[in-house]
């Protein structure tokens, strides 16, 4: 017997940081069962969000901040490039 189902979810959490919903991109698994202790399936999926958030960085945000932000790498890689760092590599070990 088998079945199947469309469905049209979105899975937002509230961030605080930017005082909306919002969902990001991952992999996540939907568990189905008769109950959260009786699961009979799990549906690997991954989303990509269509939300355009605006950047939250400023000047007191930590390095990792930055670096986990997509457009806070793109101005902190030019800026690490900029420098004249003579292991550029260990850096950014050091920062991830």
Not at 24 to 48: M, N, W
Not at 58 to 72: A, F, I, K, L, Q
Request: hydrophobic share 35%.
């Amino acid at each position: 017997m088998s079945s199947q189902a469309e469905i049209s979810a979105h899975l937002p959490y509230y961030h605080p940081a930017y005082k909306q919903w919002i969902t990001e991109d991952g992999e996540f698994d939907i568990l189905i069962g008769a109950s959260s202790a009786d699961i009979r399936c799990t549906l690997p999926v991954t989303l990509q969000s269509t939300l355009e958030l605006p950047s939250i960085l400023n000047r007191d945000s930590t390095m990792r901040e930055w670096v986990e932000d997509p457009r806070g790498i793109e101005r902190f890689s030019s800026f690490i490039s900029a420098t004249e760092c003579p292991d550029e590599r260990q850096l950014w070990a050091a920062m991830r």
